[in-house]
T-cell receptor
Framework: GNSVTQMEGPVTLSEEAFLTINCTYT??????LFWYVQYPGEGLQLLLK?????DKGSNKGFEATYRKETTSFHLEKGSVQVSDSAVYFC??????????????FGKGTHLIIQP | DAGVIQSPRHEVTEMGQEVTLRCKPI?????LFWYRQTMMRGLELLIY????????DSGMPEDRFSAKMPNASFSTLKIQPSEPRDSAVYFC?????????????FGPGTRLTVL
């Protein structure tokens, strides 16, 4: 079956520090990969995505590269801000053919940025 | 665009009572997903629909849970009778055929507390 493993937090960093949140996956097919972010009391928002090997998703200074050889999709940001404090979820969708399927999520990583 | 709408945002009920959660997907989306989020198990897919038809309900925990989608703009998730272990945040998400990456758009969630 499909699974996503991501580092568990909380991860505490100082403002302007470099961020890496590791994510690895197992899938039977050729999945699409996502990072979602959840701010306190809110739903999940799509942060970035990648649909094929070597694709780089990017948004709001965050980046992640789809690495098929290492089955990884690590999230990075060069300089974090207090406003980046949230829970980050790595997810995959293992479906092709123009339809949709449920997402498989990692457990989430709670990121805390201190001023 | 109004996004995915869920109601109520918070629900507190007593064990044994019936609970109904509601969701309105984004107009034009033909897929609708129900997820549950708990501290212990993270985000889990419960059931999803395509064109109002349930496609996969293997994630529904037990017979106490049921979901319906009577039309393209409305879905319900019902728990009867509710138990304290059902306490969680329930998310609805929608997606559309043709979105290559199977990007899903999440509602704000319903926080359910069963006493």
């Amino acid at each position: 079956g499909n699974s996503v493993t991501q580092m568990e937090g909380p991860v505490t960093l100082s403002e302007e520090a470099f961020l890496t949140i590791n994510c690895t996956y197992t899938a039977t097919g050729y999945p699409s990969l996502f990072w979602y972010v959840q701010y306190p009391g809110e739903g999940l928002q799509l942060l970035l995505k990648a649909t094929k090997a070597d694709d780089k998703g990017s948004n709001k200074g965050f980046e992640a590269t789809y690495r098929k050889e290492t089955t990884s999709f690590h999230l990075e940001k060069g300089s974090v801000q207090v406003s980046d404090s949230a829970v980050y979820f790595c997810a995959l969708s293992d479906y092709s053919g123009g339809g949709a399927d449920g997402l498989t999520f990692g457990k989430g990583t709670h990121l805390i940025i201190q001023p | 665009d109004a996004g995915v709408i869920q109601s109520p945002r918070h629900e507190v009920t007593e064990m044994g009572q019936e609970v109904t959660l509601r969701c309105k997907p984004i107009s034009g989306h033909d897929y609708l997903f129900w997820y549950r989020q708990t501290m212990m198990r993270g985000l889990e897919l419960l059931i999803y629909f395509n064109n109002n038809v349930p496609i996969d309900d293997s994630g529904m925990p037990e017979d106490r849970f049921s979901a319906k989608m009577p039309n393209a703009s409305f879905s319900t998730l019902k728990i009867q009778p509710s138990e304290p272990r059902d306490s969680a945040v329930y998310f609805c998400a929608s997606s559309a055929t043709g979105l290559i990456s199977n990007e899903q758009f999440f509602g704000p969630g319903t926080r359910l507390t069963v006493l």
